[in-house]
């Protein structure tokens, strides 16, 4: 997609259709592909903390996650189509993993919402195959990282929060050539 600069953060120029569409290409092709989902509250941390920035802006796809992203774009007279939060990738690319037997690895959120995680995806979403469930407060990463390694799973859902959830993925991602999405608060809002 071609991508409309807000504060120094490429966004992509697309509709919520076509991004999940793109995606879905992409883990098809075995592509390695990281996404970050952008508020303005990211965009704002971003434009204050240069770590974190070049950080996401190695991501291959920021999406407009926020009503004031989509007006900045229009104020700035290069609009975006429409928003198009982490939870609705999340959700989208679920209902696509089912159908297509896709092999998911979910990392982040208190142990209780892991766990309700997982009995909910067995029973609305039997045709995804869960490779990991694991909370957000874990001590070692090198545990997670090497069952990632050894599970080789198509996408990567990383719930954890930013800053964190980028800075695990941006160390991370080499491990497999999927897909790999900071969803924030996707897993609490699944699990209602
Ligand atoms: N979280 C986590 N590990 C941590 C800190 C937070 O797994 O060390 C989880 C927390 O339980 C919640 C999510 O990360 O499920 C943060 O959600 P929030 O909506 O605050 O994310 P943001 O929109 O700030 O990225």
Redesign the pocket.
Known sequence: FRSVKIMGIPFANTTRNQFINQLQTRIQNHQNTFVVTA?P??VMYANRNEPYRNLILKADYISPDGIGIIKAAATLKTPLPERIT?FDIFTGLLKWADQTQKKVYF????PH?INLLTTKLAANFPGVQVVGAR????KDESLIAAEIKAQQPDIVFV????P??EQFIASHRHLTNGLWM?V?????VFVG
């Open positions: 508020n509250e990211i982490g990392l982040g959120a208190k919402v909370d957000g407060y874990y719930a954890t929060g930013f964190k959830q900071g924030g608060g996707s897993f609490d």
